[in-house]
């Protein structure tokens, strides 16, 4: 009975802090379960630019770059050379997708919810806002980076990945499984607390000060965003890099 409660417990603990908001959200009651319907329709536009920006641009490439086309190929090659940095040469090229679409998702996510006046839009209940602004949309994603890390040790080094886990002594098995553990949690807790301490000063300065002091605070939000972003990104890549080590 004990162990039950004990279970019940951590079941509920687990659901406040996937309940951790800034603001009021939007929600979707469906049946018995809540959905989180500000992250459905805020990453579906996130999605559409994404989409929609590198569609425009290929409609006429040229040669010589310039313009959109030439912004979209620096981005690229930024991602491509951190991600080969991070993993080395032979072992970068087939993730430069993924570890490029997480940056490009939390960099525009960041920057919508700096940019885009979300709770200008009137909702019956709650408001809209940033994906990267619901904990359970950072979760999602390190706990995404967690499968591509296990997922690329397995499939590099294969059973012999698990003997990492008692190196350099099996008496560190529990602190071995414990860091890997963690990882997740430190990536997802990073990006969210960083966008929510944002966004908390913005809302404090603009209540007290509504004209001047906010801009350059604004403006210093988006530069964390784009830092959180390479952080997450770079941390990723490391993390996949970093189980694929030691193969031969």
Wanted: proline share 6%; charged share 10%; aromatic share 10%.
């Amino acid at each position: 009975m004990q162990i039950e409660q004990l279970q019940i417990g951590k079941i509920e603990n687990l659901h406040q802090v996937s309940s951790v908001e800034v603001g009021q959200h939007f929600y979707w009651q469906i049946g018995n379960f809540q959905v989180h319907a500000q992250v459905l329709i805020t990453s579906r536009v996130v999605i559409a630019i994404l989409l929609s920006l590198p569609a425009a641009t290929a409609r006429n490439l040229q040669s010589i770059p310039t313009g959109t086309q030439n912004f979209i190929e620096y981005v690229l090659e930024s991602i491509r050379d951190s991600t080969r940095t991070q993993m080395g040469e032979e072992e970068y090229r087939p993730w430069i997708p993924f570890i490029g679409t997480m940056f490009l998702f939390i960099f525009v996510s960041n920057w919508s919810g700096a940019l885009f006046p979300w709770r200008v839009i009137q909702l019956p209940h709650g408001e809209l806002a940033a994906p990267t602004n619901d904990i359970n949309t950072t979760v999602a994603l390190a706990l995404l980076t967690s499968v591509a890390h296990f997922y690329a040790g397995l499939h590099k080094r294969g059973f012999s990945y698990s003997g990492k886990y008692i190196q350099p002594t099996p008496i560190l098995l529990p602190i071995n499984i414990l860091e890997d553990s963690t990882k997740p949690l430190s990536l997802s807790f990073r990006l969210f607390g960083n966008i929510l301490a944002d966004e908390l000063v913005v809302a404090v300065l603009v209540s007290l000060v509504p004209l001047i002091v906010p801009v350059p605070t604004m403006l210093l939000g988006l530069f964390t965003s784009a830092i959180q972003a390479l952080i997450f990104a770079t941390l990723a890549a490391a993390y996949i890099g970093e189980s694929m080590e030691g193969h031969h």
